[in-house]
């Protein structure tokens, strides 16, 4: 019998060399906390200040993931090139673009600090484009993809698209005359083709689902992902149909929002019975993962307020407040693994 290998000493090399491209997923689903947070403080005041904490803690948590994640590029170029060639990591890397848009929203709706939000999110979209275009195309010129490596995480690059308009949408009002019409466009374009390379990418998924083995324990939180367009899109569809002038009777679009949501809601009941029937015989072990939770839930409590206040429905709301406390807690403990996975190094250990 082999003896476990021993922990390898961590060091900021080394810290830099195994620091996950998802690493930026911590701050999507704190920021979609924050945002669902500050929203439901207007009902429950008592929630505003755990709202601002969420947003000035994912501001200084973006600031310190971002040090590894960019110097990386620098010093441990031949780390990035392999995570980039490996057809499941790979998927992770425009979270960091994705990121950035989620903090263009927090910064939009905490404060106002449009400057900022502009800046963070016409950043966001060129990061997104740049490292989704790259991502499709390592794929398809390559011939290293099978279906062991179909999961959820093929809809990362997707979900970045349809959160253009998330953010983007409120923005427009405060863009320059002269970027106005490019701005909307580019809302428009994330917002299609979101919502088509989504389209397809579940018909691959549910083909690994349907006729494949299961998805190993460490990847089941990824089965959660597919909330995050499904909430997305309904916020972001209403944000650009509020926006655009030639959008007409912006009623027409709410029953095609509330089909999108009700297939949402439909996922959430299902996530929650695959992950309680994988985890009565098999335990979940903890790993970066489990931040696939977070953004989801908290993009999907974000489109249930959403839709609840364009058509006065009551249903999508009680779903919503179900996702903020499943998000709530979810969020703590997960952060609570994740800084303990830092403190004794875990997290950065190279993989067997």
Same mark, same amino acid.
């Given at each position: 019998? %082999?003896? +476990?290998?021993?922990?390898?000493?961590?060091?900021?090399?080394?810290?830099?060399?195994?620091?996950?491209?998802?690493? &930026?997923?911590?701050?999507? @689903?704190?920021?979609?906390?924050?945002?669902?947070? #500050?929203?439901?403080?207007?009902?429950?005041?008592?929630?505003?200040?755990?709202?601002?904490?969420?947003?000035?803690?994912?501001?200084?948590?973006?600031?310190?993931?971002?040090?590894?994640?960019?110097?990386?590029?620098?010093?441990?170029?031949?780390?990035?090139?392999?995570?980039?060639?490996?057809?499941? *990591?790979?998927?992770?890397? &425009?979270?960091?673009?994705?990121?950035?848009?989620?903090?263009? @929203?927090?910064?939009?709706?905490?404060?106002?600090?449009?400057?900022?939000?502009?800046?963070?999110?016409?950043?966001?979209?060129?990061?997104?484009? @740049?490292?989704?275009?790259?991502?499709?195309?390592?794929?398809?010129?390559?011939?290293?993809?099978?279906?062991?490596?179909?999961?959820? @995480?093929?809809?990362?690059? +997707?979900?970045?698209?349809?959160?253009? +308009?998330?953010?983007?949408?409120?923005?427009?009002?405060?863009?320059?005359? *002269?970027?106005?019409?490019?701005?909307?466009?580019?809302?428009?374009?994330? #917002?299609?083709?979101?919502?088509?390379?989504?389209?397809?990418?579940?018909?691959?998924?549910?083909?690994?689902?349907?006729?494949?083995?299961?998805?190993? &324990?460490?990847?089941?939180?990824?089965?959660?992902?597919?909330?995050?367009?499904?909430?997305?899109?309904?916020?972001?569809?209403?944000?650009?149909?509020?926006?655009?002038?030639? =959008?007409?009777?912006?009623?027409?679009?709410?029953?095609?929002?509330?089909?999108?949501?009700?297939?949402? =809601?439909?996922?959430?009941?299902?996530?929650?019975?695959?992950?309680?029937?994988?985890?009565?015989?098999?335990?979940? +072990?903890?790993?970066? %993962?489990?931040?696939?939770? %977070?953004?989801?839930?908290?993009?999907?409590?974000?489109?249930?307020?959403?839709?609840?206040?364009?058509?006065?429905?009551? %249903?999508?709301?009680?779903?919503?407040?179900?996702?903020?406390?499943?998000?709530?807690?979810?969020?703590?403990?997960?952060?609570?693994?994740?800084?303990?996975?830092?403190?004794?190094?875990?997290?950065?250990?190279?993989?067997?």
């Amino acid at each position: 019998m %082999t003896a +476990p290998a021993s922990p390898v000493p961590v060091s900021f090399p080394l810290i830099l060399k195994t620091f996950a491209p998802g690493w &930026p997923a911590a701050v999507m @689903g704190t920021g979609a906390f924050a945002l669902a947070t #500050l929203h439901f403080s207007h009902r429950l005041p008592v929630l505003a200040g755990l709202a601002w904490a969420l947003h000035w803690f994912n501001l200084a948590l973006f600031v310190l993931i971002s040090i590894p994640w960019l110097l990386r590029w620098i010093m441990a170029w031949p780390a990035v090139v392999a995570s980039f060639r490996h057809p499941v *990591a790979a998927h992770f890397y &425009p979270s960091y673009g994705i990121a950035l848009l989620v903090l263009a @929203g927090e910064l939009r709706a905490f404060g106002g600090c449009d400057t900022a939000a502009l800046a963070a999110w016409w950043l966001g979209v060129a990061l997104l484009f @740049g490292l989704t275009l790259a991502v499709l195309l390592s794929i398809f010129q390559g011939e290293h993809v099978n279906l062991d490596h179909i999961t959820p @995480g093929i809809f990362i690059p +997707p979900v970045g698209m349809v959160v253009i +308009p998330m953010a983007g949408g409120p923005l427009l009002a405060v863009q320059p005359e *002269a970027l106005r019409d490019l701005a909307l466009t580019i809302n428009g374009l994330g #917002l299609g083709a979101g919502i088509f390379m989504y389209t397809a990418l579940l018909a691959l998924a549910f083909h690994r689902f349907y006729v494949h083995k299961r998805l190993p &324990p460490m990847m089941v939180p990824t089965f959660w992902i597919n909330l995050a367009p499904l909430g997305v899109i309904v916020v972001s569809l209403l944000n650009l149909v509020a926006a655009a002038p030639f =959008a007409g009777d912006k009623s027409a679009y709410l029953l095609t929002v509330f089909l999108i949501w009700g297939f949402g =809601a439909f996922w959430l009941v299902l996530a929650v019975l695959f992950t309680w029937s994988v985890r009565k015989s098999t335990p979940l +072990p903890f790993s970066l %993962t489990w931040w696939a939770f %977070t953004f989801p839930l908290g993009a999907f409590t974000l489109g249930s307020q959403r839709l609840s206040e364009a058509t006065g429905l009551s %249903t999508p709301l009680a779903f919503g407040w179900l996702a903020w406390t499943l998000l709530a807690a979810i969020w703590t403990l997960t952060l609570v693994k994740t800084v303990a996975g830092v403190a004794n190094g875990k997290l950065f250990q190279p993989l067997p």
